[in-house]
């Protein structure tokens, strides 16, 4: 089994939210919930203040965010959907044990909601505790197969664990629901890369991105398994593309082959 990537990677994968440097993704597509929304019954100023959280939240800016949802709190009161997006911010935060308590109230009452079981499962994998997080991933898939997000959750999850053929089922049931998915298309290729298909691990990222970052990934993808000269030998060639590609040029100098990622490129 290889091991696991680094968090920037890992959590970027997954599609979880995480304070990292400005480097944060979304945790997936809106909510499926069969309960009323609050921006629906919320007045407008509410409604916008809600709209404008989730969109921080996607862009990294997680405080700007919880200050948002905290403020509509006072205004909506105790909801799924809201206390679901407050408790996004928390894990982002890494404030997990809060993100626990604001989720817990709506557990006995909600337990059927799948976007609550898929943000549940975010929070225990964001603890490590991967058979829960499995529980609750599968959960979710149950209360609403067509959602693409929980499969590439419970792909990434199998695909941490070395259970490579699985995380690739799940990866093409997100694709197929959602073509343009690019996380799901990414994570497709590098489970096929630790399968040793590389090709159609390169086709996967070529489908999700820019010839420059399909090769970056490449580089990833080998540097993941341990083949340091192929993944020297794809971040050169991404380089070649795009010598702008920062991600490229700092896995160069991290594998010892390359120059520092701040040294002002063209000096003499």
Request: hydrophobic residues 45%; aromatic residues 6%.
């Amino acid at each position: 089994m290889s091991s696991p990537p680094t968090a920037v990677v890992l959590w970027a994968l997954l599609g979880c939210s995480v304070a990292l440097s400005g480097c944060v993704a979304s945790h997936g597509s809106k909510a499926l919930s069969r309960e009323p929304s609050p921006w629906s019954t919320a007045d407008g100023r509410t409604a916008t203040r809600l709209n404008l959280a989730a969109t921080l939240l996607d862009m990294g800016q997680v405080r700007q965010a919880l200050d948002l949802v905290m403020l509509a709190s006072q205004e909506v009161g105790q909801d799924l959907e809201l206390d679901i997006l407050r408790a996004r911010c928390l894990m982002a935060l890494g404030m997990f044990a809060e993100a626990e308590a604001a989720l817990e109230p709506h557990l006995d009452w909600h337990g059927a909601n799948a976007e609550l079981q898929r943000v549940l499962g975010l929070l225990h994998f964001d603890q490590q505790q991967y058979q829960q997080a499995e529980d609750a991933f599968r959960k979710a898939i149950r209360l609403a197969p067509s959602n693409p997000a929980a499969h590439n959750n419970l792909g990434f999850l199998l695909m941490v664990q070395g259970r490579n053929q699985e995380a690739l089922e799940q990866f093409q049931l997100a694709l197929d629901l959602r073509p343009t998915f690019q996380r799901a298309r990414n994570n497709q290729g590098f489970v096929l890369a630790a399968l040793g298909r590389d090709e159609d691990a390169l086709r996967a990222f070529s489908l999700a991105g820019s010839d420059s970052r399909a090769m970056s990934n490449m580089g990833l993808a080998c540097e993941r398994r341990g083949d340091k000269e192929q993944a020297a030998n794809y971040y050169r060639q991404a380089l070649q593309l795009d010598p702008r590609l920062v991600a490229a040029r700092e896995a160069l100098h991290r594998l010892g082959v390359g120059d520092s990622p701040n040294q002002e490129q063209g000096a003499p």
